[in-house]
């Protein structure tokens, strides 16, 4: 019965339990007091007991109406703190991935992006999905301006060493039997401001990750998710940016990067 099933799950999560004890404490004094197996002076002083247990309860329920209240108008007021938008990461990038048709990346050299999702994306090319991957230019002087960003200008080659793996990774997921035709590479003569993740972009379940870039990369980076249903203009603004992104960069080929062909854009 649904009625059953709902109690063994809200005893099993530990919720409603001040109802459930009042309904099972007033069942038992009406049974005891129906077969006149307790005095008066028991079921009054049992049932005083029951009460209070009940307003103990409506006390915890009115202060969680309290609570949810004054966040409500908070958020309208727009006293909303960071810790309710911003993160250290994307747990569930790898599982949103799994699900994506249509995957689009930005980032400088986008190596540990690559590295955790490399896997996933050659089974989702050779499912039949479309992917896009800008990152900068080891050929211009975007890493030494990386570097600079980073407040490492006196060591230009760190990020064209990380640059390497990342297009050996690229390259091998070009070359994923099936995947032909669905994977774009460009590079970016310059750094980008943010870092972009979307994921299905035009569709209503569609999602775009942006990544705050710091100024070191010991501190990591702090991460937003836009939803199209939810953020409206900043969702389109984000998708659109990708799109400029995508314009300035230069195809990846086979002559200078060791790329099989691309696709048309």
Avoid at 70 to 79: D, F, H, L
Avoid at 118 to 146: C, H, M, N, Y
Avoid at 168 to 191: C, K, N, Q
Avoid at 227 to 244: C, K, N
Wanted: net charge neutral.
């Amino acid at each position: 019965m649904p009625f059953l099933r709902r109690v063994r799950q809200d005893l099993a999560h530990g919720e409603n339990l001040e109802i459930y004890s009042t309904a099972l404490l007033s069942l038992v004094l009406a049974v005891l007091g129906a077969l006149d197996l307790a005095s008066g002076k028991v079921l009054a002083a049992a049932t005083l007991a029951t009460l209070a247990l009940l307003a103990g309860g409506l006390l915890g329920s009115r202060r969680q109406v309290t609570e949810l209240a004054a966040q409500v108008r908070s958020r309208i007021a727009g006293e909303i703190s960071a810790e309710d938008f911003l993160a250290r990461d994307k747990p569930a990038l790898i599982e949103q991935v799994r699900g994506a048709q249509d995957i689009r990346l930005v980032g400088v050299t986008l190596s540990r992006t690559l590295r955790n999702l490399v896997d996933e994306l050659q089974r989702r090319a050779a499912a039949g999905a479309t992917i896009k991957v800008a990152l900068i230019d080891a050929t211009t002087s975007a890493p030494a301006e990386a570097a600079r960003r980073s407040t490492i200008s006196d060591r230009p080659t760190v990020f064209e060493n990380r640059l390497r793996p990342s297009i050996d990774l690229l390259r091998e997921l070009m070359e994923t039997p099936g995947a032909e035709g669905r994977i774009s590479v460009r590079f970016l003569p310059f750094v980008p401001a943010f870092g972009l993740v979307l994921l299905n972009p035009q569709l209503p379940s569609g999602c775009i990750h942006v990544d705050i870039y710091s100024h070191s990369s010991a501190s990591g980076d702090a991460v937003f998710t836009l939803l199209p249903g939810r953020d409206g203009d900043w969702y389109q603004h984000f998708e659109a940016e990708f799109d400029r992104i995508w314009a300035f960069g230069r195809p990846a080929d086979a002559s200078s990067d060791g790329f099989p062909p691309t696709p048309p854009a």
